[in-house]
């Protein structure tokens, strides 16, 4: 009877309700496999078996010696009232519906979204960033124009651009994990799909950062603001240190069946690799593999 304990199933209430009739009942009960469909007439007589039951039998809470840490979080979670959804994240939730309809012509439900930006294969920081993006969290956009002499602060670093991708919007970066993209043929290019949801987030949890940096630590002193370069040799580095990151999830000796496969980190990255006609078909392996733009350096001798 362990299976019941916590009555955390599809039909509960007639669980809870079966098992207080047999805890009444004295004499030995035998069960009864049942094929057919209920008729409505049984499926009323089920709902009011469902409500009848005597309080004596009508047990509450789980057995300590029969739950979990997984039973005993679901039934604080089933009993516990649910949090109001603020204003802001259910606007923020429907800009990443509108954003991934007109990017890949389907609405997502919330909960899809709720778990796209759990998906492991993005980086548990930018995971955060998202939920906390979502939610309204970070002091951005709207917070400073409540506050006088604060108001600049709400302005974006950059545009996230590419010709020819769409038009990178809020919603588009929340969502950009539900993007669909399809050949001529209708067929799914998932390649595609991951290697847009690499820049998009790699680039705006990048562009946040430097936001906090300039607005935290530098302050007004323009001499000290990032310079374009310093800005794009970090996205390199922040994009490259991704495709390492993908190349290392391949090792099946160390992560089992959680590794990700090797298809399709190939299919994600080829074609804008460094040199990529000279790397062999399968580059997982290669060293020095990078994508297919150089630093700015310095000027100087040797350089």
């Known amino acids: 009877m362990k299976i019941l304990t916590g009555y955390h199933t599809l039909n509960a209430s007639l669980l809870r309700a079966s098992v207080a009739i047999l805890r009444e009942r004295n004499a030995p009960t035998a069960f009864q496999q049942w094929n057919q469909v209920l008729s409505p007439v049984a499926k009323k007589q089920v709902v009011e078996l469902a409500a009848d039951i005597k309080h004596k039998f009508h047990l509450s809470g789980i057995k300590l010696q029969n739950g979990n840490q997984r039973l005993f979080y679901l039934a604080i979670r089933k009993f516990k009232p649910k949090p109001h959804q603020r204003r802001s994240t259910r606007m923020n939730l429907a800009k990443t519906q509108y954003a991934v309809n007109e990017l890949s012509s389907h609405t997502p439900t919330p909960p899809q979204i709720w778990n796209s930006i759990r998906n492991r294969d993005i980086p548990k920081s930018i995971r955060g960033f998202l939920w906390e993006s979502i939610h309204n969290a970070y002091k951005i956009g709207n917070f400073w124009e409540k506050i006088p002499n604060y108001e600049n602060r709400g302005k974006p670093l950059a545009k996230l651009r590419e010709s020819s991708w769409p038009h ?11 993007a669909t993209f399809r050949d001529e043929k209708g067929k799914k290019k998932e390649g595609m799909r991951c290697l847009f949801t690499i820049l998009i987030l790699e680039s705006a949890h990048l562009i946040w950062k430097i936001r906090c940096e300039r607005v935290i630590k530098i302050g007004d002193n323009r001499e000290l603001h990032h310079s374009d ?16 990151l993908d190349r290392l999830l391949t090792n099946t000796t160390r992560f089992g069946t959680k590794a990700t496969s090797i298809d399709t980190v190939l299919k994600t990255w080829s074609g804008i690799l460094l040199n990529e006609e000279n790397l062999p078909d399968n580059w997982i392996r290669q060293s020095g593999v990078l994508v297919g733009m150089a630093p700015y350096r310095p000027l100087g001798r040797n350089r």
């Open 229 to 244: 370069k310093e800005i794009y040799n970090r996205w390199l580095k922040s994009i490259n240190n991704r495709l390492k």
């Open 168 to 178: 990178i919007k809020f919603g588009t970066i929340l969502g950009c994990n539900l």
